[in-house]
Nanobody, 125 residues
Framework: VQLQASGGGVVQAGGSLRLSCAASGRTFSSYNMGWFRQAPGKEREFVADTRWSGGNIYRAYYADSVKGRFSIWKDDAKNTVYLQMNSLKPEDTAVYYC????????????????WGQGTLVTVSS
């Protein structure tokens, strides 16, 4: 699986951005997807993920720092996972990475098998 993240840019505090992560391959629906970010001088951290829960149900999970502001969802027909980011804060400034897991995914980076190249989000105050 190859992942291509896009949608980053510069936005003022309080604004919104939507990130997209397009995946190659015909087995996208079988992957659990996550978003991580790495701020300057900091470790990469979990942002959100979407996990298959049976049938056509996916459940979303969020870091406390973004809960209520960010939304993740997966469109299997488009082989794309999205991250809608609202009410952005300067502390959201980071390079955002999408990742795909053959297994359950989750918060740990080690659970993911494939990573995109990252897209930079800059939130100005």
């Amino acid at each position: 699986v190859q992942l291509q993240a896009s949608g980053g840019g510069v936005v003022q505090a309080g604004g919104s951005l939507r990130l997209s992560c397009a995946a190659s391959g015909r087995t996208f629906s079988s992957y659990n997807m996550g978003w991580f970010r790495q701020a300057p001088g900091k470790e990469r951290e979990f942002v959100a993920d979407t996990r298959w829960s049976g049938g056509n149900i996916y459940r979303a999970y969020y870091a406390d720092s973004v809960k209520g502001r960010f939304s993740i969802w997966k469109d299997d027909a488009k082989n794309t996972v999205y991250l809608q980011m609202n009410s952005l804060k300067p502390e959201d400034t980071a390079v955002y990475y999408c990742a795909a897991a053959r297994g359950p995914g989750g918060l740990a980076q080690t659970m993911y098998d494939y990573w995109g190249q990252g897209t930079l989000v800059t939130v100005s105050s």
